[in-house]
């Protein structure tokens, strides 16, 4: 079985790449982030035909077993033809890629890389305190994310008290890298000032990484790794202790709009409305600039 000639695949941000003559195939490999998988696994609204597969692994195995056409990630054999992922390609991995599978004077090569917008998604912050509705700001976001934030009293107006216990995904996931780059547009020096972040100009400061632990010289002792791969896991650790806070995407969350159990932020429900209205902020490139797949993953500060 050979990938599609002239088309490959690859989902990266919200993205999806599907390539070539689909049905023709008997089997089609993909797999990768868990957050969009119930659109590629074969529910009811599945966007993919009944002869895809899909294997939930974290965009960053996703985007590991395509560009390394490596299908044991995935717990199969042949030929990877697509991943999902909401992780970034680098300039890095494009040009490997194109070294390795696109090379123009070989008769076999798989062609170019291809990126589809697929899903556009929030990231939610779960909390397991009980008490009112809770709305926080950009600065207190990034205290308890960087591990500046320990306790539920340095949240200003929230009337709860007690430690604060951050759950992370511990795989390289997409998730994690949407969640780190609002937080590295976002934050400011003093929101985490005399944390563990890493050094950015001599001073602590979020940068965008996939895998979370990455942020940190040292991860901070209120921090822990949820138990298993995806989203789901994550939720679970975080409602199984009190006074636990984590991130996921919306796929996992019974209510987007129970700020008992999902913060808002700076007022905003994490739902599809905010979702909407924060996309029609951005325009899809056009001309020349629709060639740069990076210009297809706006980022939102």
Known sequence: MN?????????????????????????VTGGGASLPADLYKGQTDSILPANFSYAVTGSGTGKKAFLENNSALFSTTGTVHFAGSDSVLSGTELSTYNSTY?????????????????????VTIPFNKAGSAVDLSVAQICGIFSGKVTNWNQLAGLGRTGAIQVVY???????????????????QPADVSGTNLKLTGGVPAFSVQSTF????????SNFIAAPATGGTSLYNAVYAVDGRVGYVGPDVIPSLVDATKVAKVKGFSPDEVSVQA??????PPTGAAAENPANWVPVFG
Do not use: M, W
Request: net charge positive; glycine share 6%.
């Open 3 to 27: 990938k599609y000639k002239t088309l490959a695949a690859l989902v990266a941000t919200a993205l999806l790449a599907t390539a070539g003559a689909a049905s023709a195939q008997t089997a």
């Open 102 to 122: 696109n090379v123009s004077t070989d008769a076999n090569r798989y062609g170019a890389l291809v990126q589809i917008p697929s899903v556009a998604t929030s």
């Open 169 to 187: 995904r511990g795989e390289s996931s997409g998730t994690s890298e949407l969640l780190t780059r609002f937080l590295t547009t976002a934050c």
């Open 213 to 220: 632990a990455n942020l940190f010289t040292s991860v901070p």
């Open 278 to 283: 924060t996309l029609e902020t951005a325009a």
